[in-house]
T-cell receptor, first 111, second 114 residues
């Protein structure tokens, strides 16, 4: 059973479109992180959210942590080809427990 | 500052053989974690080392083992390889343990078992 479910699994959009990807769980997490992974590389941390209801913005990317700390979303405004990659969410149940990863959303932005 | 370095980048092994993968963390980072990434299962946690001690272990068979040296470099070993062990093995380092110490991943070792 996957602790973190990400949807959609695949997303192909045109440059300039907006999109939202989701990360859901039935478990409460102390924090959630979002990573982007490009082919042939390891995941790179984009953001960490720790407070229920928290919203963080990183240029055209907006991250939200659910009020109950069970889910998160990533919204990209005016997607660009450089946004193409595998987006992974990862959660930590408590202080020193290992991160649990979702299977990811593979995004393709077509110019 | 050099990132996390994993060697080798690619490996091809035969069923039944064993393999050792190496990870050099970012200078000053004391925690090293290992993950297995496959298309079907995503990233799955293998183990975490801090100050040469294994702190957490994932749900993998005993064929998977690891260690950390005094300079924080880490190795993982897989014995009696199976076809299902084919995967990208990722190492990540962090300054300390815990939520406030973000993970920095290497580019992985792609292992193919034939």
């Amino acid at each position: 059973t996957q602790l973190l479910e990400q949807s959609p699994q695949f997303l192909s959009i045109q440059e300039g479109e907006n999109l939202t990807v989701y990360c859901n769980s039935s478990s409460v997490f102390s924090s959630l992180q979002w990573y982007r992974q490009e082919p042939g590389e390891g995941p790179v941390l984009l953001v960490t959210v720790v407070t229920g209801g928290e919203v963080k913005k990183l240029k055209r990317l907006t991250f939200q942590f659910g009020d109950a700390r069970k889910d998160s979303s990533l919204h990209i405004t005016a997607a660009q080809p450089g946004d193409t990659g595998l987006y992974l969410c990862a959660g930590a149940r408590s202080g020193n427990t290992p991160l649990v990863f979702g299977k990811g959303t593979r995004l393709s932005v077509i110019a | 500052k050099a990132g996390v370095t994993q060697t080798p980048r690619y490996l091809i092994k035969t069923r039944g053989q064993q393999v050792t993968l190496s990870c050099s963390p970012i200078s000053g980072h004391r925690s090293v974690s290992w993950y297995q990434q496959t298309p079907g299962q995503g990233l799955q946690f293998l183990f975490e080392y801090f100050s040469e001690t294994q702190r957490n272990k994932g749900n993998f068979p005993g064929r998977f083992s690891g260690r950390q040296f005094s300079n924080s470099r880490s190795e993982m070993n897989v014995s009696t390889l199976e076809l299902g062990d084919s995967a990208l093995y990722l190492c990540a380092s962090s300054l300390l343990r815990g939520l406030n110490s973000p993970l920095h991943f290497g580019n992985g070792t792609r292992l193919t078992v034939t």
